[in-house]
Structures are given as C-alpha cells and as structure tokens.
C-alpha cells in the first residue's frame, strides 16, 4: 500500500510586491536557482550578478510571463530577495495608554 502526500498543503499563496505603484505576484516559495544564484552573488563577479538578474526575472516570470525586464535595480534587486524570502520584521510594539490619574479636590 503507498502513501500520498500533497506537497501542494506545504505551499503558501503568492506573495503580493509593489514596485513603483505595480502590483506582482511572487511565488511564495523561493525557487531553489534563485536562492542558488543569491549565494553565487556572495562571491562578487559579473556573471553571478548576470545570473541572479535572470532568475529574478524568472521569479517574476511565474504569474506575469509576458514580462520581458525586471523591474528592479541591482541593490533594489538584492534586497527584495532578503524582502520577499527573508523573516518578516519584527512588529514594533503598541505604545501603552497612559492611565489617568484622578485629581483630589
């Protein structure tokens, strides 16, 4: 007897980003190339550069394949890799309300 397991159950919906008023759609999921060509970029040469460009692309690629060039720029690109794939930020905490002191008189 075998088993199944839907992968599908592990997958978060799209992530949405925002780019200059410009709704995308990312896979919420980071493509294996992609985090790949993210670490290549760690060792600071042209093609790591050219090939992190390219998967991005990709990336944007999954839900709008008629796009034809990212619509980022290169530190933009890099840190919406740690944006969209990164942990989110801590939420700030919600200043206390002050409690009033009633007067004496």
């Not at 050219?50 to 008629?66: C, K, N, R, T």
Request: overall charge neutral; some cysteine.
């Amino acid at each position: 007897m075998t088993r199944t397991i839907n992968l599908d159950d592990l997958n978060d919906p799209p992530i949405t980003a925002t780019i200059r008023g410009q709704k995308y759609l990312i896979p919420a999921d980071c493509p294996a190339p992609l985090w790949l060509a993210v670490q290549r970029v760690n060792q600071s040469d042209v093609a790591s550069v050219e090939a992190l460009a390219e998967q991005m692309l990709a990336l944007f690629q999954v839900h709008q394949p008629d796009l034809s060039e990212l619509p980022l720029g290169l530190v933009q690109m890099v840190r919406a890799f740690a944006a969209i794939y990164g942990e989110p930020a801590p939420e700030k905490p919600k200043p206390k309300a002050r409690a009033q002191r009633k007067r004496a008189g």
